[in-house]
């Protein structure tokens, strides 16, 4: 049947372009049944091992190719597709619509993209589809972010080519399967995947862009970019053990940033990184255990994040700013978001029963099995960190922590149903987690839930949240401040701008010093001729510009009086 | 006393705050005791320690607020830092 080779991003396209055309219920209709009946037909219709490809110019693009790994991010996709959409109903902005359902095409279109070629496109279509979500908020600020996320990410795009072209002249193929790290082409893919996965270094354009956009864009962003890139990464270098470390780092550094910082949706980017180190450890390791532990892992995450996101978003929407410094005791009037976003919380934080907890775990526990102690204590000190500071600290600034009186109504409905679903999905995986289980790539059996494991979590979770209120009731808990820290960003916001100010100062001082010298030594020059014999001839010297006036007037007489003797 | 009565909420009252504590410091203390009561298959040598997830949970949290609060003498600048050319 033609229907189950039909590429899923062709829906989201087509809607798209139908929004552009349609106003009002219609309108709605048609955006949320998007992802739901691309969803069900996926689900339903579609098995792995199908090859959609189209040719164009003798060259074959495989639009898609269907396994266990691409179509458990495609089911993944459609839930946040339909969360989002859902969450974002309310807004009245055809851009944003447009461009969230482009963007969440291009990222079905990344993953099943069955060669290099394509992936690019669809790559780059992600960037610029995306944009659009930070410019919409329409400050001085997103406008710039959203130009220096747009800059990042199309050179991400064009590494990626860059890569696949060295790849195709190397081995003649560009095909998207293992790709590994013995050539160059595997560095230059490498790294382009890296900037969109947000390697230490290359991360800055998350916590930069992410907390400009819109209220309901982050929900988005959020979901997808990082996640195609942990998607390529799992196909192209699963078991490169340098991800391990950089998974490592990942986890870790983020966490300090997230406790300084006073925007809270920028904390979450910030644990963002954090969730997607986890991510990238499983992916470097390599075992069934720890691939599936990724997969697993980035399905609870963009559904927890998503949740967290647009807990804030809600927040940002009614109060007006996502400052913890500013914030507090929104409970009193948003209590429904409230209890949802301490749902998240508790997902993000790996609690028993909640999502990241069956899925985080398989990571760890591969971890320990492949002897790798020192990260599996980083990775440990990231998990406490994490619930310290999106699980405690978001929720408590935002909700609890000191009234500053805002007195703010609850979210939209349509808000509040978005979370709900994320919410319920959160619990259903932490409480069923055999469903997920089964459609994770590789075949292993893993019991979450054992005595052992729960306790030491537990143990682990409260002992960080006493240690919170330690350090709260003891004054060692820094002060929530109005400020910015710096990051890797300051070198291309700060450092360059000044050293190419610098320069240019410099050459605009070299250029008036050769222009003095110049006119020094033409005066010079202009002196000495003035001063030698023919000088005295009087040729063109102190002759009035009026003379030659005159003399001009002249000929064009003669000129007119020759004219008309003619 | 004819003030308009404001309406409470649950936190307003100092006293479910610290019923929430109350329930914590139990909770850590239950905790650390089923340890010693739960026989538990560990992967790793220093999960046999009694109170190992504790203690590593609560100094990793102190450890990392302080951390942070020393990075925050580096990184820390005023809010229109990048705004503004120096």
């Known amino acids: 049947m033609w229907m189950t080779e039909l590429p899923p991003f062709i829906p989201f396209f087509i809607a798209a372009f139908l929004v552009i055309l349609t106003r009002g219920w219609l309108r709605y209709l048609l955006i949320l049944a998007t992802p739901v009946l691309g969803g069900l037909h996926l689900w339903l219709d579609v098995d792995p091992g199908i090859v959609t490809s189209i040719s164009i110019l003798e060259y074959d693009l495989i639009l898609m190719r269907t396994d266990r790994l691409s179509l458990l991010f495609g089911y993944l996709f459609h839930i946040a597709a339909f969360i989002g959409v859902l969450f974002a109903l309310h807004v009245r902005d055809t851009t944003q619509t447009v461009s969230s359902l482009l963007y969440a095409g291009s990222a079905m279109g990344a993953v099943f993209a069955g060669d290099l070629i394509t992936l690019f496109i669809f790559w780059e279509l992600l960037a610029i589809t995306s944009a659009p979500l930070i410019w919409a908020r329409k400050t001085e600020t997103a406008m710039r972010s959203g130009i220096r996320y747009l800059i990042i990410q199309v050179s991400s795009g064009m590494l990626l080519l860059a890569g696949a072209l060295v790849q195709y002249y190397q081995s003649g193929t560009l095909e998207f399967n293992y790709i590994g790290l013995d050539s160059i082409s595997g560095w230059l893919i490498f790294i382009a995947f890296g900037i969109k996965c947000a390697f230490p270094l290359l991360h800055n354009w998350l916590t930069d862009a992410y907390p400009e956009a819109t209220p309901t864009g982050t929900v988005f962003l959020s979901a997808l970019t990082t996640k195609v890139a942990i998607y390529t990464l799992a196909r192209g270098f699963p078991g490169t053990e340098l991800l391990v470390y950089i998974g490592a780092v990942m986890t870790v550094f983020p966490i300090f940033y997230a406790v300084i910082e006073n ?10 990184i954090n969730q997607l180190g986890f991510m990238v450890c499983g992916i470097g390791i390599g075992t069934a255990l720890s691939l599936n532990g990724t997969v697993a892992h980035a399905f609870s995450h963009v559904i927890y994040k998503a949740l967290l996101f647009m807990s804030m978003g809600a927040v940002l929407y009614r109060a007006g700013n996502v400052y913890a410094s500013d914030l507090g005791g929104l409970y009193k009037s948003m209590p429904k978001t409230t209890l949802l976003c301490i749902i998240g919380a508790a997902s993000i934080s790996a609690f028993p029963l909640f999502s990241g907890f069956v899925s985080k775990s398989m990571v760890l526990a591969a971890m320990i099995e492949e002897g790798y102690d020192i990260i599996w204590l980083m990775l440990l000190f990231a998990s406490a960190g994490v619930f310290h500071h999106a699980g405690i600290k978001v929720p408590y600034y935002a909700f609890f922590a000191k009234d500053h009186g805002i007195r703010t109504q609850e979210a939209p409905l349509n808000m509040i149903l978005a979370m709900s679903i994320a919410a319920f999905i959160c619990i259903f995986v932490g409480t069923q987690p055999s469903y997920l289980y089964a459609l994770l790539p590789w075949e292993v059996e893993f019991q979450p839930y054992d005595i052992t494991h729960v306790l030491s979590q537990l143990q682990l979770l409260m002992f960080s949240a006493l240690a919170f209120v330690w350090l709260t009731k003891t004054g060692l808990y820094p ?18 701008p000044k050293v190419v100010r610098s320069i240019y100062g410099y050459t605009q001082k070299a250029c008036n010093r050769i222009i003095n010298i110049c006119e020094a030594s033409f005066n010079v020059a202009h002196q000495a001729l003035h001063d030698t014999r023919i000088a005295r ?30 | 006393m004819n003030e308009p009565k404001q309406k409470q909420y649950l936190f307003d009252n100092p006293r479910n705050v610290s019923i929430v504590l109350r329930s914590l410091y139990i909770i850590c203390i239950l905790l650390v005791l089923l340890d010693f009561i739960l026989h538990r298959h560990v992967m790793h040598e220093w999960e046999q320690l009694a109170g190992f997830y504790a203690i590593f949970g609560f100094v990793a949290c102190v450890m990392l607020v302080l951390g942070a609060k020393q990075l925050r003498n580096i990184v820390m600048r005023k809010e229109d830092y990048y705004d503004v050319d120096d």
């Open chain 1, 263 to 272: 925007d809270l949706r920028r904390v979450l980017a910030y644990s963002l």
């Open chain 1, 479 to 496: 002060d929530e401040i109005h400020s910015v820290n710096i990051d890797i960003e300051w070198l291309y916001r700060k450092f360059l």
């Open chain 1, 537 to 566: 001839l009087h040729i063109a010297s102190n002759w009035p510009t009026g003379s030659m006036v005159l003399w001009l007037a002249i000929i064009l007489g003669f000129f007119l009086l020759a004219d008309a003797i003619d």
